[in-house]
């Protein structure tokens, strides 16, 4: 492809992407990764050949996982220069939307070739073949790639696959959403760029005269007691320039109330959501704003749609990622703005909210068809769509005629008026007994009996025993054993009544004549809705409604609408690491990898010092668990356990012979000793957390692997200081750095987390704990011969006079140490921390790595240790190196 076609795609007098470029650069082939907003999210991987950047569009961005294969559709060449291009490209141009340059770097053949000339020469071959293989050095992606075209698939479809090398993970890559040239997300990105490119010259965009809207709104102190406002359900979808359309989402509806540092997030019948939707909370408390706005909690599945199954489950972040989509906004620094129009709050709401966190959204309005709007969201499998007339004010309380819903698929609200529980069944009921009020009677509406798990119901029950009663609540008691032509085989059930207090929801196909509905689905329980207001919702014709205020039509393209609403509906970005154990309850049972965990006393304060608790322990190793496992998995550990936290007693096991879950791990081994022990394996997150249970505060796996127990992964040199400033163990570590470097061996620094820093030098499996002691044995000699005043070998502590103990002695079977991103039972919750060579300087501290900020460092630097497990080093030819440089 040559940069005509690029330019013929192009308006370059309202779009500023460069138009060509040259490299500069005699030596290397550059490549770049753009993460592109545009009607679709997706990522722009682009190689330079050939004097251009040969383009591949990856839509679900790039992995480090070799299992997984990525579709990448090759587009038009794109011109040397656009490698630094980020910004916004106008709407209505080709690719309209944002850009970041997500990573960027330069790569070469796996094949040994020299030459930037015969690198070119050689990828274009193999391009024209369908198969290059690539080794990128970027900042996020490293290690050998290969582009593979696939048959079948289209003429431009080929395959992104990562190989299998030090590089390649587990990890979601696409996780670190920020620019590498402006550090800005994409949603930054669309904030902070307050002009557009139009006409060959740059424009303000106008925007709305908020302050002049908010000078017609009455003062007023903050609102309280809100009750939001309501839509209608009527029966079509209609067109009408008057009203503009947003996505109904499936999620509980809820109002926020900031005002001074203080917040409350309340459900519409009041009840208050700060600890059951605790992520939200927090990041609504840390705006720092004075405003009441109205939203929806939600969860979104892969494709962006609202998910309440999930939701109503829903008791941490490992459950998934909520999001608060905010659509309107009540009160604002002292301004009642219910009674301004819908489209000036929306002005305001726009102006003012915060929008860098993906957990909280503004609803996406659409001035559309309805029409169109409404077969969208149909093709998209949402709910249903929300019709607004525009200038509407805000009643509270009221179910209005000026904002409808249009619902795709039929559900209800319904009341619990008893359960049944055929003869021949095991689960704990057989189906729920539903009503509605009509006319302030509860009237009888069928029964529900698909769409809820056995844990489901173990929860239920828990809801149901309270307000167990021993007579109908109805007035005319149904027969539930009644046969229905559509369920002829139904067992007699006996019926146990209850208080019509507790609200559910549930799907159907259609009300049938006596107004029981119909293949009844149960979806969740509301817990945002008030048992009193739960009537039966009769769709209201549209057209009478609207055409009270009915104006001119206006309608755009249905290929203009579907793409705007794939551009708002889109699933959740992960901007912060999640937390397995809500704040709230003392004693939490939860699923990790399928095994359930007990988790007790987690306001326990295990750092007094530093008010940190069990709960946060957990959280911690459940967050830091990427991270952590490649170091555990396969690795006998040894459980130092703190169970009254770190001031109190702790002990060692090492045997869990009939103690450890039936899921464990075990290894039978056989001490130097002679004693049979059986040690827990490091494998997965729950083996991680459930040595945390046993107050395993920090985490000490073997250097080996049960694959080969005698033959370590890495050898490590452990400096152990007396009585020396962290400076000087600074000063040792850089020696050693040296003297290692000067034999071309490669090592790699943390801190220990309580006086010390761990160097380990990576071996693979390949050699003996005795040959890899003897190698350390070495290594430390010539530092000691260098630092005679400063160190010493001895292995007792009178006899190091006070000296730093170079400790080589560490690399021998069932020995260990505290793992890379252990915690430490020290004040001030420190962290084992790997270390860049760059950090070990004058001046660095143990705890400038503790619990608080060890996954913001990880969410910036990655796994700085990760070539410990990589490539081992040439054991005899480091030896001999090292003999003849220092004999």
Partial sequence: ???????????????????????????????????????????????????????????????????????????????????????????????????????????????????KEAQEKYLLSELKKGSVKMKLHGEKLNGEFALVKTQGMGENAWLLIKHDDEFSSK??????????????????????????????????????????ILKKAPKSAILKNIKPMLATLV?????????????????????????????????????SFNDKFYPIYQLLSGLKLNAVIDGEILILNEKGVSNFSTLQNWRSEADGDLVFYVFDILWYEGKDLTG?????????????????????????????????????????????????????????????????????????????????????????????????WEKDVLTYVGKVGTGFSDSDQKEMMK??????????????????????RFRPQQMNAQATWMKPELVCEIAYTEVTQDG?????????????????????????????????????????????????????????????????????????VRK???????????????????????????????????????????????????PGGIHGESFYQKDVKGKAPDWAKTFPYTTSDGEPKEYLVGDDVATLLWMASLGCIEINPWFSRVQSPDYPDYCVIDLDPDKQHFDQVIDVALVIKKVLDSIDVPCFPKTSGSTGIHIYIPTNAKYTYDQTQLFARIIVGIVNQ???????????????????????LQNRPGATIAGPYSLRPKIGATVSMPLDWKEVKPGLKMKDFTIFNTMERLKKKGDLFKSVLGKGIDLEKAIKKAKELYP
């Fill in 786 to 808: 260098q630092l005679p005043d400063l160190t010493s070998l001895e292995r007792t502590v009178s006899a190091r006079k006070g000296k730093m103990y170079l400790d080589f």
């Fill in 463 to 484: 809801q149901f025993k309270p307000l167990i009663i021993s007579k109908s609540p109805f007035k005319l008691v149904p027969d539930v054993n009644k046969p229905s």
């Fill in 592 to 642: 990790v990898n399928g095994k359930e965990l007990k988790f007790t006393n987690l306001s326990k304060v295990y750092w007094p010092e530093d008010g940190v608790t069990k709960r946060e322990m957990f959280n911690y190793y459940y967050q830091v668990a990427d991270f952590i496992l490649p170091y555990l998995k396969d690795r006998p550990q040894s459980l130092n356990r703190f």
């Fill in 171 to 212: 990890k979601d890559v696409t996780k670190l959403d920020s620019s590498i040239l402006s550090g800005k997300t994409i949603e930054m990105m669309e904030k902070s760029s307050e002009k557009v490119w139009h006409s060959n010259r740059e424009e303000k965009v106008t925007k709305p005269d908020t302050a002049g």
């Fill in 340 to 436: 301004l129009p819908l489209i000036e709050r929306q002005a305001v709401l726009n102006e003012i909210l915060p929008i860098e966190d993906d957990r909280m959204r503004i609803s996406r309005v659409f001035d559309a068809s309805g029409i169109d709007f409404f077969a969208a969201a149909e093709r998209m499998g949402l709910e249903g769509i929300i019709a607004k007339r525009k200038s509407s004010i805000y009643m509270q309380g009221n179910r209005s005629k000026d904002w409808l819903k249009i619902k795709i698929s039929h559900r209800q609200e319904v009341l619990i008026a008893g359960f049944t529980k055929n003869k021949d069944t095991s689960k704990l009921f057989s189906s729920l007994i539903l009503a509605v």
């Fill in 1 to 115: 492809m040559a940069l005509e076609k690029y330019k013929q795609k192009r308006d370059f007098s309202k779009t500023k992407e460069p138009k060509a470029g040259r490299s500069k650069d005699k030596n290397k082939l550059m490549f770049v990764i753009q993460k592109h907003d545009a009607s679709r999210l997706h990522y722009d991987f682009r190689l330079e050949m050939n004097g251009v950047l040969k383009s591949w569009a990856v839509p679900k961005g790039p992995t480090l996982d070799p299992k997984v294969k990525r579709l990448a559709m090759m587009v038009e060449d794109h011109p040397f220069d656009y490698r630094n291009f980020e910004g916004i490209i106008p709407k209505g141009e080709y690719g309209g939307g944002t850009v970041i340059v997500w990573d960027q770097g330069w790569y070469e053949p796996i094949d040994s070739i020299k030459g």
């Fill in 235 to 271: 029966d079509h979808p209609f067109d009408d320039s008057d009203w503009q359309y947003e996505v109904k989402w499936d999620g509980y509806r809820a109002l926020a109330f900031m005002n001074k540092g203080k917040v409350e997030l309340l459900s519409r019948n009041n009840k």
């Fill in 516 to 588: 029981v509905f119909r293949h009844p689905s149960f979806k969740g329980m509301r817990i945002d809705k008030n048992s009193k207001d739960v009537v039966r919702e009769t769709a209201k014709d549209a057209d009478e409604i609207v055409e009270e205020i009915k104006t001119e039509i206006s309608t755009e393209t249905k290929a203009s609408t579907n793409d705007k609403l794939s551009d708002a509906v889109r699933p959740s970005k992960a901007t912060a690491p999640k937390t397995l154990l809500n704040p709230k309850d003392e004693t939490q």
